[in-house]
Antibody
Framework: EVQLVESGGGLVQPGGSLRLSCAAS????????MSWVRQAAGKGLEWVSV???????YYADSVKGRFTISRDSFRNTLYLQMNSLRAEDTAVYYC???????????????WGQGTLVTVSS | DIQMTQSPSSLSASVGDRVTITCRAS??????LNWYQQKPGKAPKVLIS???SLESGVPSRFSGSGSGTDFTLTIDSLQPEDFATYYC?????????FGQGTRVEI
């Protein structure tokens, strides 16, 4: 069974940085599409970033230029480096595996439990 | 970006009711539409992919339909464990976008 375990969340001041990790088991991060999705308290889901198995990367406009997604094949771990954090980045961040059915047909089939990031002074 | 609009935003229903949630896309996107269920404090769980394909292990009382811009999620005979928030999500274009959610309450 697939397990995704996020860590690295916490309280950070505006303008600060944080790196989230997502340790995977039962799935090889490098061979799959992996994504980050966030959810502010009481709000809906917002897709943040994806890294394809090919290494192609995409970001939501709201985080482009500030966040960097990456992966480590040795540790089988997905990362999200978050810089220049803002209050509006406060959310639970979920790591999710993307199931690829065919080109354009993707969905999030496995999710971690989430890690809370709070940006506040 | 493709905007996804769900309706209603919330609804009250009783056990045994039939519930329908609608998701409308701002542009045509074939059937590249997924549905998720989220319970408080938990990660979302996929119910339906490609508009109508039921995910393994999901009860058959859940069904999805639609194509183009208009999609529906139907729950036949609502069960106590179905009280949750439901989200649609498009994978037709990046950025992948979600609807704002529909909260199903007792």
């Amino acid at each position: 069974e697939v397990q995704l375990v996020e860590s690295g969340g916490g309280l950070v001041q505006p303008g600060g940085s944080l790196r989230l990790s997502c340790a995977a088991s039962g799935v090889t991060v490098n061979n799959n599409y992996m994504s980050w999705v966030r959810q502010a308290a009481g709000k809906g889901l917002e897709w943040v970033s994806v890294i394809y198995s090919s290494g192609t990367i995409y970001y939501a406009d709201s985080v482009k230029g500030r966040f960097t997604i990456s992966r480590d094949s040795f540790r089988n771990t997905l990362y999200l480096q978050m810089n220049s954090l803002r209050a509006e980045d406060t959310a639970v961040y979920y790591c999710a595996k993307v199931r690829v059915v065919s080109a354009g047909r993707y969905y999030f089939d496995w999710w971690g439990q989430g890690t809370l990031v709070t940006v506040s002074s | 970006d493709i905007q996804m609009t769900q309706s209603p935003s919330s609804l009250s229903a009783s056990v045994g009711d039939r519930v329908t949630i609608t998701c409308r896309a701002s542009q045509s996107m074939s059937n590249y539409l997924n549905w998720y269920q989220q319970k408080p404090g938990k990660a979302p769980k996929v119910l339906i992919s490609a508009a109508s394909s039921l995910e393994s292990g999901v009860p058959s009382r859940f069904s999805g339909s639609g194509s183009g811009t208009d999609f529906t999620l139907t729950i036949d005979s609502l069960q106590p464990e179905d009280f949750a928030t439901y989200y649609c999500q498009q994978s037709y274009n990046i950025p992948w976008t979600f609807g704002q959610g529909t909260r199903v309450e007792i």
